[in-house]
């Protein structure tokens, strides 16, 4: 993938990243060999771990089983153990054979009702994804579609549920108890970062997307990162551009496209960013555009608005449509765009928002060859990596989340948790 910086106002000069570069040589070192310190969280920094051949063979082999009988697969899981199946399969939509619906990703009554209204007369399976299942959504969400299950398909019901959870934890006793098939949750993975592995790639698979391709553009963006060292790397020329940026006084960081079907990998890297890297009063605070409709709403506040932020454009050269601007009768005034492509349009559109931006901020751009499996599995690969790199180079843990922790436990106390945990050690 290529790495292009456009600077027109001059913010950033070349002298000056190559000295910050070399200055955290180290830190791209480190994280190149695996470091001893985050061991436990660098289940994913060699994709052949959880998303090997063998690891892909399994995958495909139990979502056949939903393939061959289901019509709808619902994915329980929020935050980690959702996003990244939910990028790919709704920018991609696999071949429609069994379709994806969502829950556990929040706690509203009515947006449940509408799931279930949904299951009503189709063939119904569940995969609930929780790493330690203790988190409230998915937790509710379960139980309510599980009864559902017990109700329509009796003691088979079982059968239709499959739990990816880490080994020995309360999901995993449930799925011995009661016949779920069990798939593992990686205890060297955190949510986050747990797109290729049974996490995301289970998902995909059911949706009919093809999971070899997704691991296989790891793989090779795996080996790119790995083989290229120094300034040439550019996970590590990306983490640097924002670090230094960041020292600079900038506050935001936009990650724009022109292609909508990035709406829910816009998700997947929020995430990934804003817990990784959101900590001890640090931190870009990560946000996102839909060009060119965002244009159209915060593009004013993005020319003119408060200096906070840069942009960072996923520049996708595909160009297949088929759909031709022809000329017409009717005198509308758009006779200059005649014999253009959507696609050329899109392009002069991102051209030109680049250049207007660029004036104001550094842009960065990333060139992606085309929207498909090969290369979503390069952006998982090449966005963990960089923010690995670009965590280390804040000074911060990139693979914890404590700050969440505050307003659960405030929850938690507001729903009696505490009390019945402590009733029931009582009875126990
Ligand atoms: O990245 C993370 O670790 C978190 O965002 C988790 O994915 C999220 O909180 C969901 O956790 P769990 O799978 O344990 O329910």
């Known amino acids: 993938m290529q790495l292009v910086l456009y600077d027109k106002c001059k913010q950033l000069e070349t002298e000056e990243l190559k000295e910050y570069m ?14 001893e310190r985050y061991r436990e969280s660098l289940g994913w920094l060699h994709v052949d771990e959880w998303a090997g051949e063998e690891n892909i063979r ?10 061959e009988n289901g019509d709808i697969l619902v994915v329980i899981g929020i935050g980690g153990s959702n996003q990244a199946a939910r990028a790919v399969i709704e920018a991609l939509h696999g071949d429609g054979h069994v379709k994806i619906l969502y ?10 009702k509408n799931i279930i209204n949904q299951l009503e007369g189709k063939s119904v399976y569940i995969n609930v994804i929780a ?9 509710i969400s379960f139980r309510i579609l599980r009864q559902y299950l017990k109700k329509r398909y009796g003691a088979e019901y079982g059968s239709r549920i499959f739990a990816t959870g880490t080994r020995e934890s309360k999901l ?16 060297n993975i ?18 009919g997307i093809d999971i070899g391709s997704i691991a296989a553009g790891a793989r090779s963006m795996e080996a790119e990162l790995h083989n290229t060292y ?45 817990e990784s890297e959101g900590k001890e ?43 031709w601007l022809d000329a017409d009768e009717v005198k509308d005034e758009f006779d200059y765009l005649n014999g253009l492509s959507m696609d050329e349009i899109n392009y002069s559109a991102f051209c030109a928002t680049l250049k207007a931006h660029s004036e104001r901020f550094p842009c960065i751009s990333l060139q992606v060859e085309e929207l498909s499996e090969y290369s979503f599995g390069q952006l998982f690969y090449f966005f963990e990596f960089a923010c690995y790199l670009s965590g280390t180079m804040l000074g911060v843990n990139p693979f914890n989340q404590p700050g969440v922790e505050n307003y659960k436990g405030y929850m938690f106390e507001a729903l009696g948790k505490y009390k019945y945990r402590s009733e029931c050690n009582g009875k126990n």
């Open 230 to 274: 120094g300034e040439e790397n550019t996970a590590f020329q990306y983490a640097a551009i924002r670090n230094l940026l960041y020292q600079k006084g900038f506050r935001l960081e936009m990650l724009a496209s022109f292609e909508p079907r990035y709406q829910y990998f816009y998700g997947w890297w929020t995430q990934l960013f804003a």
């Open 22 to 35: 070399n200055q955290k040589m180290e830190v791209l070192i480190r994280a190149q060999n695996g470091e």
């Open 190 to 207: 955190g949510g986050r970062y747990s797109g290729l592995c049974n996490v995301g790639l289970f998902p995909a698979a059911v949706s």
């Open 58 to 67: 399994e995958i495909t082999r139990h979502a056949e089983r939903v393939r």
């Open 103 to 112: 829950a556990g990703n929040n706690i509203s009554s009515a947006y449940m």
């Open 172 to 187: 995993h006793e449930l799925c011995r108890t009661h016949g779920y098939t069990f798939l593992d949750f990686p205890d």
């Open 131 to 139: 790493k330690n299942f203790e988190t409230l959504e998915p937790g």
């Open 281 to 323: 009063d640090r931190g870009l605070y990560p946000v996102t555009a839909k060009y060119s409709e965002d244009l159209h709403s915060i593009g004013q506040f993005v020319q003119e608005g408060t200096p906070i932020l840069f942009e960072t454009f996923l520049d996708i050269r595909e160009q297949n449509s088929a759909i």
